[in-house]
């Protein structure tokens, strides 16, 4: 981490962070004690100044971009796809999905379907998970895979295939998520 302030701004110390991820947020609740929060769940704290860090479990692999304490010196970060973390211990008395979440995985209909060359695959997650988004001809060849075994939230997502290099015909569409598999078929006419 480049830049400790060390006299209201005048000269500035390199501090070294001892990671190569990106930081997006910095906050010291006094001199000595601070934390950062950057891309795939990063968050680091430190207690002597910036001297040293010391990396922290945050639970995500969502990039965080904003820090802030509490009045009781929790730390909370918020990051991508809504994602929110706290190091205060919580007492949860029950969970509500935000309205506007799936509650299902799903493998919505394409569309355009029947297309041609291209089309668009929306899928959505009820929770986070490992996705895996194939395209298969009717033989069973893998012909696309549009996303390979990436980590993804809870959301709606949307993909493209642009079938060009393809013959006419029927292809099958194959969301693989860690608890399920879910198919559609696609017609593509030229």
């Not at 701004?9 to 601070?34: A, H, K, P, Y």
């Not at 950057?38 to 922290?56: A, D, F, K, Y």
């Not at 695959?121 to 033989?139: C, G, H, Q």
Request: hydrophobic share 35%; with cysteine; aromatic share 8%.
């Amino acid at each position: 981490m480049a830049g400790l302030l060390t006299n209201k701004g005048i000269n500035w110390t390199e501090q070294n962070s001892g990671t190569n991820r990106s930081i997006f947020d910095l906050e010291f609740v006094n001199r000595d004690s601070g934390a950062c929060v950057g891309e795939r769940g990063l968050v680091l704290n430190t207690t002597n100044g910036g001297n040293s860090w010391t990396s922290q479990n945050a639970g995500t692999t969502q990039d965080l971009n904003a820090l802030a304490y509490d009045s009781d010196g929790y730390m909370w970060a918020a990051g991508d796809s809504g994602t929110v973390v706290t190091n205060r211990p919580l007492n949860i008395v029950g969970v509500e999905k935000m309205k506007g979440m799936p509650t299902s995985t799903q493998l919505l209909p394409a569309y355009p379907n029947p297309f041609n060359p291209s089309t668009n695959i929306r899928y959505t997650l009820a929770e986070p998970s490992k996705v895996s988004l194939i395209v298969f001809d009717v033989m069973g060849r893998k012909v696309a895979t549009l996303v390979d075994n990436e980590s993804r939230s809870e959301g709606t997502y949307t993909s493209h295939w642009n079938g060009s290099n393809f013959a006419s015909g029927i292809y099958l569409i194959v969301l693989q998520t860690n608890k399920s598999i879910k198919t559609r078929k696609l017609v593509m006419l030229k």
